[in-house]
Each structure stands twice: as structure tokens, then as C-alpha cells.
């Protein structure tokens, strides 16, 4: 996660040090890795050894978790009979000290500390370390390492947003000192450790550390689970390139062990966070694609920054948030983003794309996250997607789409308790409601009688910013009966 400005002041909550599983670490042993999220400590079976085989060294994987405060970063540590290796180091002074206790706790070595990106919630903490395991090698790529360097000093300006933290924070900047190269292979504690840089995914670099043995990727920032992906203040774009070929460079059953929150299968958190950014990305065109939306000089107005704050705020709502709210983490996305969106509004949009993104624009009232559901924009901006519990408790996955052909909107529906598809053609009204049927499409059902029963639906939105959901049935004779309605509020951001 970013190095943020003006943090959230909350109730602070102690570290939570959680013991991960046993796994088998010898060459040739076919290691067994939980999820470490879910085993909370609990150790599965052991491979079955031959009797003649030599004992199977044993290797614990561990992770510390840094207060909301600290932005709920994780350091995670390997311990074996050789001794620690620690990967990243948490920020806030009081973090650390818990995270050395619990290292010490082991009483073993601890034989190097590896940072895998310059955040100051990841590296903040060296000096805590330092402090308690005096020569313990650092280790960085040349990258990363100057990346922490400006990070810190940047930060530690008359004002700057490290002061903040007071004596929290150690102004005492500790430089990794020993540096490796991408690509370069290590054998520390018995265990092997492979470094390997991706650039400025979300940070000024971000590298990954593979352990074969465990199955195991440590993601730093360059993933995350659970929670929304930070693009980062560089490139916005660059995580499109960068995860497929992290995911390519570690094929296979790999668990991915990121910077904060759970771990998840590697391929698993790759599709989620690609799928993300390209929501984020799409956002930004839908709204400025919109000329009235832009200013001479090509950036968006102001208007079209707010209404892509929101809406981006709307996609973090339902993900945790380092503990900066949703409307905070948007934010921190929208400069490099709408930076990408404007150097990319030189090239030329197809006449088509840019009919379907104007047709689509009007119904941005109906995105967001609800008590009975979510509405997102989805890829590139041409369309919305919806799940969505009506009152009578049917849940439903909806597709809003233009027809620029034809001039006409298009509703996929599906049920998710019977299956059934449902397609509706329609139009926007004068007062900016959408109107579709199914009669048109034929796509009808059969009551008890036989008799076909066509379906009506109108989406209206509201001064007041909500919407309402309006469902009619009618027999193909243009009379409109039983009508139920339901009014769609958005939850509440903070």
C-alpha cells in the first residue's frame, strides 16, 4: 500500500502474530502449505516418509500484522532449524517491537531481512529490527532500495506525512545493505529465495521473492487479497503488464503472500487484481470520454474528478481498505489514473466505442454498492454489471448494454435460482429513466393456466440519489399489471 499523507487517526489494536503451517522444506519432499489465513497455527499431516528416509527438516511459515494504524501491513517470517528469514518489516515503532518479540520468541537467528517494495508501512521498521538483531543483513534490489530512500526523506520534510506519526516513526532511515539483482538466487536458513523486480507496479519498484520449497511467492504490494489493488503515483497502467508476467514467471500451484491481508492462490489473486484495474481504468474513460467532461488543456474538470471519485470509491466500498475508508483510498488512485486516461486520449477512439460509452454515461446513476447487491462498470466502459436481490428474494445477474446499431439498450437477465435467461430491449425516457420489456425478445414465461406472461422494467433515478426499481407483468396486449417497486440506496461511504 502507498505511502500515504495525513494518516487516519483510529483506536489502535495489538499486533496480531498469526503461526502458519508445518510444511516439509528437505530437497525432494513434497511440501504440504496451508492457507495461512484459515489454519490459524494448525498443522496438517505430515508427508508420509519412507521409514528408511532421513528426517524431514521442518519449516514454519508466520506472519505478523501491523495495526490499522500501520495500514495493516504483514511481515511474514520462515523459520527452520538454521535459523529466520524476515520479509518486510512493518512501520510504526510499536509494530516492530511486537514483530521482535515474537522472532525472539523463537530463539533462533535471524539471518536476513528482505524488502520487497519502498513503502514506508513495509520498511519503517528496520531500525526497530536493526536494533534488536545488530549486522543482520538487509536485503533489497538497487531499485527498491532507492525508492525507500526517497519514500523516507520525502516523507520526513518540515510537515511531511511520516512526522505525523511522531515518535512512532524512527527518523533514523536504515538502508538496506546488501543488494541483489533481479534474477539472483539465495540459500539462506536451509532455505532457497529467488528475487525477482517487476518496476513500478504500485510503488517506485516492487519485487517478489519465490520460495520453491513452500510453493511460496512473497507479492509485497505487487498483489493483494481481500482488499482493492493501489495502482500506485507512477504508472497506472503498468500492473496490466506486470501481473501476467508475474503469473508467467511462477506458474503451477503457487500461493501468493502479499504485503497485507490473506494469502491466496497466486493465479487466483492475479485475475482479481487485473480485473480491478481494468474496472478503473474503464471508469475513468466512461466519464472522460465525455468532452463536456474535459478541460482545454485535456485533463478532466473538475466535476468529472468527483464523479470518478465516487464511483471509484463505490468499487472499494465492499473490499477492506488499509484502514483509510474508501472514499480516502480512491483518492490516492485517481492521480496517476486520470494521468494514464489523459495520455491515452490521444489515440483515437472507435466511432462505436464512443456511441456505446455515451449511451452507457446516463445510467452511472444506478452504480454502486446496496444492501441487496453491487452495480459496477465494466470493461472499457461499455456496459454494467449487476447482482441484484429483488423484495421477493430472487437474485438476479444483470447486463446493461447499448445497441448502437439499433439505437437501443439491451438487458441481459439471469436467475440465479432457476438459470432462466431473460432478455429486454428499451430506451432512455425524457425524465432519464430506463424503460425495457421482454416482449419484444419473446423471452417470456407461462403461468399456471399456460398463458404467456411478458415482464416490464423501469430503472428511475432520484433527486436525492437514490433510484427505483419498478417490475410490471402484462399478457402482450399492452396492458401493464401487479407492479412491485423496490427504492436502491447506496450504502454508506466513509
Do not use: C
Request: proline fraction near 6%; avoid cysteine; aromatic fraction near 8%.
Amino acid at each position: 500500500m502507498p505511502s500515504f499523507s495525513s494518516p487516519k487517526s483510529t483506536a489502535w489494536r495489538r499486533v496480531a502474530v498469526v503461526a502458519a503451517t508445518t510444511v516439509a522444506a528437505a530437497a525432494g519432499a513434497v511440501p504440504v502449505l496451508a492457507d495461512v489465513a484459515s489454519a490459524q497455527g494448525a498443522v496438517p499431516p505430515a508427508a508420509s516418509v519412507a521409514p528408511a528416509a532421513p528426517p524431514v527438516p521442518r519449516v514454519t511459515l508466520h506472519r505478523a500484522v501491523a495495526t490499522e494504524r500501520g495500514f495493516d501491513a504483514n511481515a511474514w517470517w520462515i523459520q527452520s532449524p538454521d535459523g529466520l528469514i524476515l520479509i518486510d518489516a512493518l512501520m510504526l515503532r510499536s509494530d516492530a517491537r511486537a514483530l521482535v518479540a515474537a522472532l525472539k520468541s523463537t530463539g533462533k537467528p535471524l539471518r536476513a531481512v528482505f524488502i520487497t517494495h519502498a513503502h514506508a508501512d513495509h520498511f519503517g521498521g528496520l531500525s526497530t529490527i536493526r536494533a534488536a538483531y545488530p549486522g543482520v543483513p538487509i536485503v533489497a534490489t538497487r531499485a527498491t532500495a532507492q525508492g525507500m530512500r526517497e519514500v523516507h526523506d520525502q516523507g520526513m520534510v518540515p510537515n511531511g506525512w511520516l512526522r505525523a506519526f511522531g515518535s512512532e516513526y524512527d527518523s533514523a532511515f536504515v538502508a538496506p545493505d546488501r543488494i541483489v539483482s533481479s534474477g539472483d538466487t539465495l540459500r539462506l536458513a536451509g532455505v532457497t529465495l529467488i528475487v525477482r523486480d517487476y518496476g513500478p507496479v504500485e510503488s517506485h519498484n516492487n519485487s517478489v521473492i519465490q520460495v520453491p520449497e513452500l510453493k511460496a511467492l512473497f507479492t509485497g504490494d505487487a498483489t493483494v487479497h481481500g482488499a482493492s489493488f493501489y495502482v500506485g503515483p507512477i504508472d497506472a497502467k503498468r500492473a496490466l503488464t506486470a501481473l501476467p508476467q508475474i503469473l508467467a514467471d511462477h506458474p503451477g500451484e503457487v500461493t501468493a503472500y502479499a504485503g497485507h491481508y490473506g494469502p491466496r492462490p497466486l493465479d487466483r489473486s492475479v485475475a482479481d487484481n487485473l480485473d480491478q484495474v481494468r474496472r478503473l481504468h474503464a471508469i475513468t474513460a466512461l466519464v472522460g470520454s465525455d468532452p463536456g467532461n474535459r478541460t482545454a488543456n485535456g485533463d478532466l474538470t473538475l466535476a468529472a474528478k468527483r464523479q470518478v471519485l465516487l464511483l471509484v470509491a463505490l468499487e472499494a466500498a465492499g473490499r477492506a481498505d488499509y484502514g483509510v475508508g474508501a472514499v480516502g483510498f480512491a483518492r490516492y488512485q485517481l492521480p496517476a489514473t486520470i494521468a494514464a486516461f489523459v495520455a491515452d486520449s490521444a489515440r483515437r477512439t472507435s466511432p462505436m466505442t464512443k456511441a456505446v460509452r455515451d449511451a452507457m454515461r446516463p445510467l452511472l446513476f444506478m452504480a454502486g454498492h446496496y444492501d441487496n447487491g453491487d452495480i459496477t462498470v465494466g470493461l472499457g466502459g461499455l456496459y454494467l454489471d449487476a447482482t441484484v436481490e429483488s423484495k421477493s428474494g430472487h437474485r438476479y445477474q444483470l447486463m446493461f448494454s447499448y445497441d448502437h446499431a439499433q439505437q437501443r439498450y439491451r438487458v441481459v437477465s439471469r436467475d440465479q435460482i432457476s438459470g432462466l435467461l431473460d432478455v429486454f430491449v428499451g430506451a432512455r425516457e425524457a425524465d432519464g429513466s430506463l424503460l425495457v420489456s421482454n416482449l419484444e425478445p419473446g423471452t417470456h414465461y407461462l403461468d399456471a393456466s399456460g398463458a404467456k406472461v411478458f415482464n416490464r422494467m423501469r430503472f428511475s433515478p432520484k433527486e436525492d440519489g437514490t433510484w427505483v426499481w419498478r417490475v410490471e407483468s402484462g399478457r402482450g396486449d399492452g396492458v401493464w399489471t401487479d407492479p412491485f417497486e423496490q427504492t436502491m440506496r447506496r450504502r454508506a461511504l466513509r
